[in-house]
């Protein structure tokens, strides 16, 4: 497709509910990133991926938060027993280069609202 | 620790008038910048960068300077429009350091009064 295509648009999870959250990179792109970005916050760093290989979880909060990419093109980020403070937008970006200096192209993003 | 600052997270202007958004770091290893802009409900989308390399960089209506001494860096457009209201958000890496990752700032949300 022509951007980053990330589904669902919304998602509303009761607390301890599992969610899978998908992301469609721009076709080719080598790099894929997730970003959480909580209300009036920045995006903050969650994982990286080169292809298939995640060579950077550092930023997952917690051993509940999953990321996998097993062909190297669509990636699903996924939270266990969702929490209240998991209530975020979940962004996704691709890159066509390992390291960019012209930064990514981000989806829309998943609004995940825990109850 | 918030490694990128913007401390002023709402700015409002005259159409016609310059916008100035502020940003400051406080990792002298950053050497690209970004600024991105976002509209509600889509995801931000790149604007314009400069390397550390440089203390200037131009594209249309939009500047962003960069004082490496000050660790501060600001985003100018010239003349502002309506069109321009958005959150702006600037983002910092430390790409020749072998890093892939941004850090971004809390946004500042600039409002264009027509």
């Known amino acids: 497709g022509a951007g980053v295509s990330q589904s669902p648009r919304y998602k509303v999870a009761k607390r301890g509910q599992d969610v899978a959250l998908r992301c469609d990179p721009i076709?080719?792109?080598?790099?894929l990133f997730w970003y959480q970005q909580a209300l009036g916050q920045g995006p903050e760093f969650l994982t990286y991926f080169q292809n298939e290989a995640q060579l950077d979880k550092s930023g997952l909060p917690s051993d509940r938060f999953f990321a996998e990419r097993p062909e190297g093109s669509v990636s699903t980020l996924k939270i266990q027993r969702t929490q209240q403070e998991d209530s975020a937008v979940y962004l996704c970006a691709s890159s066509p280069l390992r390291l960019s200096n012209y930064g990514y192209t981000f989806g829309s993003g998943t609004r995940l609202t825990v109850v | 620790d918030q490694q990128v600052k913007q401390n002023s997270p709402s700015l409002s202007v005259q159409e016609g008038r310059i916008s100035i958004l502020n940003c400051d770091y406080t990792?002298?290893?950053?050497?690209?910048f970004l600024w991105y802009k976002k509209y509600p409900a889509e995801g931000p989308t790149f604007l314009i960068s400069?390397?550390?390399?440089?203390d200037k960089n131009e594209d249309g209506r939009f500047t962003v300077f960069l004082n490496k001494s000050a660790k501060h860096l600001s985003l100018h457009i010239v003349p502002s429009q309506p069109g321009d209201s958005a959150v702006y958000f600037c983002a910092a890496s430390a790409l020749n350091s072998g890093t892939y990752k941004y850090i971004f700032g809390t946004g500042t949300r600039l409002k264009v009064l027509a």
């Open positions: 990792n002298s290893m950053f050497d690209y």
């Open positions: 400069i390397s550390s390399i440089k």
């Open positions: 076709s080719g792109h080598v790099s």
